[in-house]
């Protein structure tokens, strides 16, 4: 098993609509994750970051996690062109060592249609 | 705030010649963590380094070799170049150790693309 997966897609979704990225994990204690955009031939960039169970929102980016069910959500709303992109979920076991660095998913290719 | 700095951008190289790779983090922060980015393997962590220590590596073998100057700034080394080390280089930083702890996310650069013919 991936220790963190995601559907690759393509997903595509209509302009204006929801967006819902989903990400699974398999090592119990993660206590970190992130959303990172990544535009092609670019490099990663930091949208949300939660470490609690619930919502976190910030703009249009809602950020979801269930540490029961090892699972970790982004919703992107009135969807823009401008967000298609490549979305990665990382996640980090928790304590001061962080001893694997940052486990990223292989990322899911978002198509935003005019 | 400038971000994080990467050079070069773009470098071309042969079988069984060595590579190093420079990144300056952001002003402030003081952990450097470089990760290896193929289209097959995804981004995987390759070391960090805080403090002039490496603190953490990964599963890649030894001809992939890091160092940390007091001013934070990092490179990393390539030896006995394979193909299969062609790939997309990003250094990240972070203020604290662990580099991805409360308050404390990675930050990465713009990378470098490395190209073994």
């Known amino acids: 098993q991936k220790e963190v997966e995601q559907n690759s897609g393509p997903l595509s979704v209509p302009e204006g609509a929801i967006a819902s990225l989903n990400c699974t994990y398999s090592d119990r204690v993660s206590q970190s994750f992130f959303w990172y955009r990544q535009y092609s031939g670019k490099s990663p960039e930091l949208i949300m970051s939660?470490?609690?169970?619930g919502d976190k929102e910030d703009g249009r980016f809602t950020a979801q996690l269930n540490k029961a069910s090892q699972y970790v959500s982004l919703l992107i709303r009135d969807s823009q062109p401008s967000d298609s992109a490549t979305y990665l979920c990382a996640v980090m076991k928790g304590g001061a060592g962080g001893a694997d660095g940052l486990t990223f998913g292989k990322g899911t290719h978002l198509i935003i249609q005019p | 705030k400038a971000g994080v700095t990467q050079t070069p951008r773009y470098l071309i190289k042969t079988r069984g010649q060595q590579v190093t790779l420079s990144c300056s983090p952001i002003?402030?922060?003081?952990?450097v963590s470089w990760y290896q980015q193929t289209p097959g393997q995804g981004l995987q962590f390759l070391f960090e380094?805080?403090?002039?220590?490496?603190?953490n590596k990964g599963n890649f073998p030894g001809r992939f070799s890091g160092r940390q100057f007091s001013n934070s700034r990092s490179e990393m080394n390539v030896s006995t170049l394979e193909l299969g080390d062609s790939a997309l280089y990003l250094c990240a930083s972070s203020r604290s150790p662990g580099g991805a702890l409360y308050n404390s996310p990675l930050h990465f650069g713009n990378g470098t693309r490395l190209t073994v013919t």
């Open positions: 939660i470490y609690s169970n």
């Open positions: 002003s402030g922060h003081r952990s």
């Open positions: 380094y805080f403090s002039e220590t490496q603190r």
